[in-house]
């Protein structure tokens, strides 16, 4: 079963301030995911990764797949206390069709 | 914007009862999926349904867990005696196809007492 590690586990930061945050896997994934999930709300969808190497950008966010598809990391430009949430990545087993998601980094950004 | 809703967003049930999560999957979807999370926890995948059946569960996905797709526009979740461990987040979430993106709903919030 694929083991997803999330770094930090929390984080908070000053307005304005850059952040990266990790996702580490035990095995290669297929695809690579990262949602952002509000307090009494499902997760969204934020990207989908899976090329090695591969680097997408979403206004701030710059998300970017590990060579060797084992990891990836999320950056994010400038910090805005709308960015607070909680950041998942997950594997999109095809095979299956289910999603595999790690615990998530918890960001809290001040004012 | 279509969207995944839920009801309740909020249930309390004694040990033992049965409860039934109700979701409206966005209507022209059609894989259908329960997952859950339990307080701390990551989300944790229970079931896709496809076709009125269940394509793939999990572990955790027990003989005291159902769905169902009662008619053209519900999808819900069953489950028989509820155990303290059950208490949890549910989300239920639908996708156009196999392997598309999963819209999720906002979530029930069951406790189990």
């Known amino acids: 079963t694929q083991l997803l590690e999330q770094s930090p586990q929390f984080l908070s930061i000053q307005e304005g301030e850059n952040l990266t945050v990790y996702c580490n896997s035990s095995?290669?994934?297929?695809?690579l995911q990262w949602y952002r999930q509000e307090p009494g709300e499902g997760p969204v969808l934020l990207v989908t990764v899976v090329t090695g190497g591969e680097v997408k950008k979403l206004k701030r966010l710059t998300f970017q797949f590990g060579d060797a598809r084992k990891d990836s990391s999320l950056h994010i430009t400038a910090a805005q206390t709308g960015d607070t949430g909680l950041y998942l990545c997950a594997e999109a087993v095809y095979r299956d069709d289910k999603i595999i998601f790690g615990k998530g980094t918890r960001l809290h950004i001040l004012p | 914007e279509p969207e995944v809703t839920q009801t309740p967003s909020h249930q309390v049930t004694q040990m033992g009862q049965e409860v039934i999560l109700r979701c409206v999957p966005i209507?022209?979807?059609?894989?259908f999926y329960w997952y859950r999370q339990i307080l701390g926890q990551k989300v944790e995948f229970l079931v896709s349904?496809?076709?009125?059946?269940?394509?793939?569960k999990s572990e955790i996905f027990d003989d005291q867990f159902s769905v169902e797709r009662p008619d053209g526009s519900n999808f819900t979740l069953k489950i028989r005696s509820t155990k303290l461990e059950d208490s949890a987040m549910y989300f239920c979430?639908?996708?156009?196809?196999?392997?598309?993106?999963?819209?999720f709903g906002p979530g029930t919030r069951l406790t189990v007492l």
């Open positions: 349904f496809y076709n009125n059946e269940i394509s793939e």
């Open positions: 979430a639908s996708s156009e196809n196999a392997h598309n993106e999963q819209f």
């Open positions: 209507s022209n979807h059609l894989y």
């Open positions: 095995s290669v994934f297929s695809s």
